[in-house]
Nanobody, 115 residues
Framework: QVQLVESGGGLVQPGGSLRISCAAS????????VGWYRQAPGKERELVARITSGNSINYADSVKGRFTISRDIIRNTVYLQMNSLKPEDTAVYYC?????????WGQGTQVTVSS
């Protein structure tokens, strides 16, 4: 089993930056991939960025060049650095972990981009 705890969300102005964190309850090497998803009101949940145990990374087209996913192996934590934020980035951001058997979700953290 994997527990995921997100933190770091909040209110930021357009063009600003924010970093959100996902702390996992076990080693990232034991998890096939950790991803950040987001869900805006009235919209489906979508993949934002994902990093695998082998350090392969992929991003949604809408965030390429603005968001960066990274990991701290010692702290079992995955980060999402979000720069040049836009109002359309407003959503609840969820951490997701995929293992051999199943997948797990965090509770989500709200990110609001507004002036």
């Amino acid at each position: 089993q994997v527990q995921l705890v997100e933190s770091g969300g909040g209110l930021v102005q357009p063009g600003g930056s924010l970093r959100i964190s996902c702390a996992a309850s076990r080693s990232l090497f034991s998890i096939n991939a950790v991803g950040w998803y987001r869900q805006a009101p009235g919209k489906e949940r979508e993949l934002v960025a994902r990093i695998t145990s082998g350090n392969s990374i992929n991003y949604a087209d809408s965030v390429k060049g603005r968001f960066t996913i990274s990991r701290d192996i010692i702290r079992n934590t995955v980060y999402l650095q979000m720069n040049s934020l836009k109002p359309e980035d407003t959503a609840v951001y969820y951490c997701n972990a995929i293992t051999t058997m199943t997948q797990y979700w965090g509770q989500g953290t709200q990110v609001t981009v507004s002036s």
